[in-house]
């Protein structure tokens, strides 16, 4: 029987079978130990039922991987989207930009959701949703309280396996139970006095929505470290950079200090977002001061 792994705790794998809609609690055959190959979330797999107590089966064979992810470990994984809240809390754009360049270094497109508009001011909504487009993102707005915005979410999940990720206490679990009221997930009920979601989700998990589309939970983060990655790379992953630095006048600009940067030029003239750039400065400062192992 053909199905995909949706959870993977202490040597057993959940194992969603879309055919049945149903989910069966799995060992790995010994051979792939023997390979040295470890199941991951994710996986399309084939198990064997014979034989064995209801529910329960044992994973055959994995298929080939499309791709596979290092942070989460998931196989299979066609885009992320991250949710931050627009305001309450209010977005750390520094944290986004991790996960941005995170992301893309392992080549996935990434959708950038701003929740709770609701209660967000609409210049602030307008300037991140222009400042990330401009950085060749797609982006929505929602309110996931008043289901706004949820529509358009559901056609860009369609048909794919989506990395979900955000802080605490963005409105991401009311998304799921939105998604999938039967995955159950008790929602972080925000503290009205501290303003600060609580942790939810432990282990990454994916939730199957509809046919061939699951949503990948993952543990809410509150930091995220920037690592494999070298200083004079890190430009590349800002892509708004790429149309102006071919005019620095030092090939090899880091458009920190040097003279002559057009992406300085273009920073002045506002066609830069200056929250970018304080990121970029911020993070090559953090690399550049990181020690070579
Ligand atoms: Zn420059």
């Known amino acids: 029987m053909d199905g995909k792994i949706i959870k993977g705790i202490a040597g057993f794998y959940y194992v969603h079978t879309p055919e049945e809609d149903k989910i069966y609690e799995c060992k790995a055959k010994g051979i792939f130990r ?7 979330v994710g996986d399309d797999v084939e198990i064997d039922t014979n034989d064995q107590p209801e529910s329960c089966g044992t994973i055959v064979k994995i298929k080939p991987r499309k791709n596979e992810l290092i942070r989460p470990a ?4 066609d885009q992320a989207m991250i949710v931050f809240a627009a305001a309450e809390p209010n977005p750390n754009l520094n ?11 392992q080549k996935l497109n990434t959708i950038v959701c701003f929740n709770k508009m609701d209660i967000a001011a609409e210049n602030e909504i307008s300037l991140l949703k222009e400042t990330y487009k401009l950085c060749g993102y797609e982006v929505v707005i929602t309110s996931m309280l008043q289901l706004d915005g949820i529509q358009d979410i ?11 990720a955000g802080p605490s206490g963005v409105g991401k ?3 799921i139970n939105i998604l999938q009221p039967d995955a159950n997930m008790e929602t972080g009920v925000v503290s009205v ?6 942790h939810t989700t432990r282990h990454s998990e994916l939730i199957y929505v509809d046919k061939d589309t699951y949503v990948m939970d993952t543990p809410g983060f509150s930091s995220l470290y920037i690592d494999e990655i070298d200083k004079e ?5 800002f892509v708004e950079f790429h149309e102006y630095d ?15 940067c057009a992406v300085k030029d273009a920073l002045k003239e506002n066609k830069i977002s200056k929250i970018r750039y304080e990121n970029y400065i911020t993070l090559y400062n953090e690399l550049m001061s990181q020690k070579k192992y």
């Open 34 to 40: 023997n390979q040295n190959i470890k199941p991951l």
């Open 74 to 77: 998931v196989a299979n994984v």
């Open 193 to 198: 006095k501290i303003k600060r979601g609580k």
């Open 95 to 105: 944290l986004l930009d991790r996960f941005l360049i995170m992301m893309r270094k």
């Open 233 to 237: 790379e890190l430009k590349d992953y």
């Open 173 to 175: 679990s009311t998304f």
């Open 154 to 164: 559901v056609q860009m999940l369609k048909g794919k396996t989506t990395v979900l």
């Open 246 to 260: 071919q005019e620095c006048r030092f090939i090899g600009c880091s458009h920190k200090n040097e003279p002559g």
